[in-house]
């Protein structure tokens, strides 16, 4: 029913930086607060930047001042900035809408979407 579609992920060395896009179909715009998380391998998958009730974001500390999420809901496309990257932060990173957007507030949903990842490795 609802689609997300991850793209940008790459290689690059450390201190690069990548931006990463979730795509949401026309008819979903400005529904859903859009959250990521990463799964680096033989690791459990880890929460990077989480919406609030409010719609602000919290980040993990260990991408806190190098990543940031823009809630961006005018065209479906929803973008995660990610500088000085570590080999640390190498994974497979996943966009998910957990939380519908209601007037500017995320609110927990019974059945939340996916997307199915794209790959980000960062090399010494």
């Not at 990521?36 to 806190?64: C, H, L, M």
Request: glycine share 12%; aromatic share 10%.
């Amino acid at each position: 029913q609802v689609t997300l579609v991850e793209s940008g992920g790459g290689s690059v060395q450390a201190g690069g930086s990548l931006r990463l896009s979730c795509t949401l179909s026309r008819e979903n715009y400005n529904k859903y607060c859009i959250d990521w998380f990463r799964q680096a391998p033989g690791k459990e998958r880890e929460a990077v930047a989480i919406s609030n009730r409010d719609g602000t974001t919290t980040y993990a500390d260990s991408v806190k001042g190098r990543f940031t999420k823009y809630n961006v809901n005018t065209n479906g496309t929803h973008l995660l900035q990610m500088n000085t990257l570590k080999p640390d932060d190498t994974g497979t990173y996943y966009c998910a809408a957990l939380n519908r957007l209601i007037g500017g507030d995320c609110y927990s949903m019974t059945n939340p979407y996916w997307g199915q990842g794209t790959q980000v490795t960062v090399s010494s």
